[in-house]
């Protein structure tokens, strides 16, 4: 089945606790990204990656990293998580067609 | 600038027709995606117009005006299901970002 998955689905952490959630995808899609999404804000992008070892900031990128080193998946890393990355967030991918297929969501809670 | 503007909320009842209108400006412009999304779940896509006119996929369709920087998505026989934030994307023309352009999103309320 096409898929990307997520882990983990929710999290509660502590402010400096450095975390990762993982994204991988199964359609060899070339393109991924990563958003979060606040009430009142929509879907902002935090960064993107067009092919393996090739990644780019988005519209928020402050305070989050990512890698692609391989073609499947594309970890985002929170070094020193604050409050205010508290949000739902999403990878997708797509391919040519530019359709993006969302992950199940990852529910951050950092305190 | 870059801007897409559609209602924050709209109510309907079962078995009747909806339609949620999106206006965009946004520079190179080259497409508009509808996704559903249900409350704490993933967006998944409804549909994509690149050029004018009307898509239609089952109970669901989408419009597309370029010219006037206008869709709609118009959804037939509402079932309670179709409950959910209805977003549309602008698809920004060439560059390295597959880059969407997001409304903040419809939520549709359907009664019985």
């Known amino acids: 089945e096409a898929q990307v998955t997520q882990n983990p689905r929710y999290l509660i952490t502590v402010t400096g606790k450095k975390l990762t959630v993982t994204c991988s995808q199964n359609?060899?899609?070339?393109?991924m990204s990563w958003y979060r999404q606040d009430p009142g804000l929509g879907l902002r992008q935090i960064y993107y990656?067009?092919?393996?070892?090739?990644?780019d900031k988005g519209d928020v990128p402050e305070g989050y990293k990512v890698s692609r080193k391989e073609k499947r998946n594309f970890p985002l890393i929170l070094e020193s998580p604050s409050p205010n990355q508290t949000s739902l967030y999403f990878c997708?991918?797509?391919?040519?067609?530019?359709?993006?297929?969302f992950g199940p969501g990852t529910r951050l809670t950092v305190t | 600038g870059q801007n897409i503007d559609q209602p924050t909320e709209m109510t309907a009842t079962e078995g009747a027709i909806v339609q949620i209108n999106c206006t965009y400006q946004t520079s190179g412009f080259n497409g508009l995606f509808w996704y559903q999304q249900h409350a704490g779940e993933a967006p998944t896509f409804l549909s994509y117009n690149v050029l004018d006119g009307l898509e239609e996929k089952g109970r669901f369709s989408s419009f597309l005006s370029r010219s006037k920087g206008y869709s709609y998505l118009l959804l037939k026989e509402l079932q309670m299901k179709d409950s959910a934030s209805y977003l549309c994307?602008?698809?920004?023309?060439?560059?390295?970002?597959?880059?969407?352009?997001w409304g903040l999103g419809t939520s549709l309320a359907v009664n019985p």
């Open positions: 997708a991918s797509s391919s040519l067609s530019y359709e993006q297929y």
């Open positions: 994307a602008a698809k920004k023309k060439a560059g390295n970002n597959r880059k969407l352009i």
């Open positions: 990656s067009m092919n393996v070892e090739v990644t």
């Open positions: 359609m060899n899609h070339e393109y």
